[in-house]
């Protein structure tokens, strides 16, 4: 069993800053790229940033310069800085991780999961 837990959300006026964490914990054998969406209310769900096994990362062009994907693979975390806040950052944050399960690398069969976190709400008030 594997689970992500998301943390760090809340509310923020415009222009300010939040840092968001996501713990992955459990049976891992070993994580690959994890990664940061959003659903804001009404709208589908978006690909924020994305960070791989060795640090390369990509950003949606709206967070670009705004926001900073990192990762503590002693901790299995990954964090994202997020400054210059607006408005139309308010969302749900999700994480999510490409990962190996202990059990498939045991069973060898290739198998890579993608388990996500329950979310955390960020409210940016203008």
Same mark, same amino acid.
């Given at each position: ?20 964490? *996501? ?8 994580? #690959? ?61 999700? *994480? ?12 060898? #069969? ?17």
């Amino acid at each position: 069993q594997v689970q992500l837990v998301e943390s760090g959300g809340g509310l923020v006026q415009a222009g300010g800053s939040l840092r968001l964490s *996501c713990a992955a914990s459990g049976s891992i054998f070993s994580i #690959n790229a994890m990664a940061w969406y959003r659903q804001a209310s009404g709208k589908q769900r978006e690909l924020v940033a994305t960070i791989s096994s060795h640090g390369i990362t990509k950003y949606a062009d709206s967070v670009k310069g705004r926001f900073t994907i990192s990762r503590d693979n002693a901790k299995n975390t990954v964090y994202l800085q997020m400054n210059r806040l607006e408005p139309e950052d308010t969302a749900v944050y999700y *994480c999510a991780a490409d990962l190996i399960t202990t059990r498939d690398a045991l069973v060898g #069969n290739g198998r890579e999961s993608r388990p996500w976190g329950q979310g955390t709400q960020v409210t940016v008030s203008s």
